[in-house]
């Protein structure tokens, strides 16, 4: 392990296994600034789920997190101070340490109604501060700007159709680099090791949806521990049953996190698949709206000019397609050149692009 | 009581912080006392029209996400809701199962209220932020004691993720579990799963027994006054919690409506929710099964995204205080330090309920029972969340959701005026309490977190009209 510079890194690492930190680059952040590094955690239209997520790290836990990595300057959910003096950090710490703290944003940034569906606090003017503003000026003076969970990943699931906050991902709303670090709730270790490489190393390896690669790089599928009954064709018919869930639900093979290897809470203890329930696709972007419904199996793939039948996917062929396409659709939505291309036909959610109903 | 709202010097807070979600206090001081509160919720999202169409089984999953901090609440309520409109009770183990995932996740809500949210008002808190600045100078404990909770407070966050174990055993993950679904639950039982959880409970216990009661007797010791402040007579609603057996209606925690102490068993039909203050267009007053809500921002006078419920027009109190008060456990009075106190003594009951719970499992007994959603029809869930009775109502048609409404127990708690110009409960809890210092009005903040709101719960409360459906799913509209 490479030295730091951090009293009890050594320590508080504990929990991570080696492969969480990858490539290594001497980042500005690491040398120029040993010691604890500013942070901000900004809830805007969330359910807080992934804070409490964080709580739950188990190696280094939330103590030592704040006394060896993080400076959390503002967190609604655990902050001492409230009203005008709370607002007052969060004003001066975007001064003060304009281009050296990272911003995590946690929940989707509502945009109908002027953005007036969600609020930090009151501004030292008096004037309300909206989610929406405070992203945007926060995310502008931040060395890195996170979205940790879904909402802010991806503007969902309370962006689900048809939105009726306007809510967008962080990405849509900020004009700069975003690292999504998506889950519902996020994993306490993608959320820790997310940022520890941040204050160390500097950005790490990320995919083409700007997830770190050493999260998110893998299907559930590949990883799970029923893929011999899936390649095998023997499937559960019920929950609660300890075969392959594919053909009652499990987004497994389009969703991209390593739950099977890391399991949840800070013991690593169970994923949903092991405690025989589906996965519902919570990391995907693709996530409530085309993963539900949960129950039901993967859909027919209909996209202008190509056809896979989900039907298929258990042959080994389609798969692949499927997936390759799953993806590939996903980038395109998010960066908006598919509905450009294709604007018309994808126009409303639920349409085109749909799961199979019964 | 409206001319109140003019006079004395305006208190604005606004974020109150340590609540999950946002809200704003506005309080008029004179004479050193609040005379006059309003209490606001500074978010909105919509919920119920997202489940609209989606298939009702997925309710479960999707009205967890409403809240962080209590998804299992949701989510027993939603499965009530489809057994109800399927007809379909789950297994024996099933049941018990799922009142030990929904304990857990109450036990991580509890003491982490206690501690990461009640405790910064009363505790001098290492000089380490986020927990600097602090919210006050009033600061009583001794040395001695004082080192002792600060050291419960770093506990706390270790033995609230070991609650969360209990989630991530039976659900798969935490929070947002994948154990309740609708007809049951989801894991087999065996006797090492038993083995682990009573040892996850046992040393749950433990912290509580020896560390949470003993420390709110701290607080009690030291802030003796604060039986005095966010006073409010026993008017409460508890909608029932943790149900015996799957067969008889009978609850743990028996549903019951306290009116001026007197108690009577619950009609629904009673309920109505109210608009007039609320940042929604209307002024009619209507069950929740049948109100029709449009969010409107601007609206004069209107200063929450949260409805205003009424029990035959009067503002009834949930949470720990109201649940053990219906039972017949705890009749002290109603004051931010007897909702402490009811919080820490329902954790230790919850404890051993649970250990009861996992020694009535029987490894080898069905754990789920298959049912078939209907076509059409209509189911109610009422469950007791961690702040209070939780309501989901549920219509179907041709398979899928109709209409969906939820009634959250911030939504009772954390109320607005009604129609009348009545005070929701924190509001009414709010009047008469002394403020030493306008800058640092800790003594509000302390009668807010003793109620636990929780804004990401009440601001979802909304079936919007065709015409304000705007937008579509973020991913679809790019930069
Ligand atoms: S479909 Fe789901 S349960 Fe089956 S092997 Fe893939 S990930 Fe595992």
Known sequence: ?358 | MAADAEKGQKIVINPTTRTVGASQIEARVEGGRVIHARCGATVFRGFELILRDRDPRDAAYITQRICGICPTAHAVAASFAVEDLAGVRPPHNGNLLRNLIFAGDMLQNHIRHFYLFAVPDYVRLPELRPLVPPPTTDYRLPRAKNERLVDSYFQAVDVSRKAYEINALLGGKAPHPHGIIPGGSSVPVTAITVLNLLSIVKSIQKFIEERMLPDVHTLAEHYPDYFEIGVRGADFLSFGLFPLDPETSEDYFPGAAVIDGRMEAVDLGEITEHLRYSHFDGEEAAHPARGETRPDPDKPGGYSWCKAPRYRGRALEGGPLAQLWARGDYRRGVSVMDRLIARSLISREVAVLMRKWLTALIPGEPVFNRYRVPESGAGVGLTGAMRGGVGHWLEVEGGRIKHYQIITPTAWNFSPHDDQGGLGPVEEALIGTPVADAEKPVEIARVLHSFDPCMSCVAHVIVLDEKEKGGQSPIFQGR
């Open chain 1, 1 to 358: 392990m490479r030295d730091t510079g951090v009293p009890g890194t050594g320590e508080a690492l504990g929990g991570l296994r080696a492969g969480d930190i990858r490539a290594p680059e001497p980042s500005a952040a690491a040398s120029e600034r040993p010691g604890k590094h500013p942070l901000v955690w900004l809830e805007t239209n969330t359910c807080h789920g992934d804070i409490l997520s964080a709580l739950n790290g188990r190696h280094p836990d939330f103590g030592a997190v704040l006394r060896e990595l993080l400076d959390i300057y503002w967190t609604n959910t655990l902050m001492g101070a409230k009203g005008h003096q709370a607002v007052a950090v969060l004003e001066k710490v975007v001064v003060e340490r304009a281009g050296e703290y990272i911003l995590v944003v946690e929940g989707t940034v509502p945009t109908a109604a002027g953005g007036r569906y969600a609020y930090v606090g009151l501004r030292g003017n008096g004037e309300p501060w909206t989610a929406w503003d405070a992203v945007v000026e926060l995310a502008a003076a931040a060395r890195h700007v996170v979205a940790v969970g879904s909402c802010a990943a991806w503007g969902l699931p309370f962006g689900a159709h048809p939105n009726p906050t306007g809510s967008k991902p962080v990405s849509a709303v900020v004009d700069r680099p975003v690292i999504n670090v998506p889950g519902c709730p996020a994993h306490p270790d993608w959320i820790l090791g997310t940022l520890a490489h941040l204050v160390w190393y500097g950005v790490p390896e990320l995919d083409a949806l700007n997830r770190p690669v050493v999260f998110y790089g893998e299907t559930i599928h590949n990883l799970c521990q029923r893929r011999h009954y899936f390649e095998s064709g023997i499937f559960a018919e019920e929950v609660g049953e300890p075969w392959c869930l594919y053909k009652i639900g499990c987004k497994g093979p389009v969703t991209y996190a390593d739950c099977p290897s890391r399991q949840w809470c800070g013991e690593h203890l169970n994923w949903p698949v092991g405690a025989n329930t589906p996965c519902i696709g919570c990391t995907s972007p693709e996530f409530l709206e085309r993963t539900a419904p949960f129950f039901e199996h993967l859909p027919d793939v209909r996209l202008p000019g190509v056809r896979v039948g989900a039907d298929r996917i258990g042959v080994g062929a389609g798969l692949a397609a499927a997936l390759g396409i799953g993806l590939h659709l996903a980038g395109k939505l998010l960066t908006g050149r598919l509905q450009k291309e294709w604007g018309k036909s994808l126009g409303k959610a639920g349409k085109t692009f749909r799961l199979k109903r019964k």
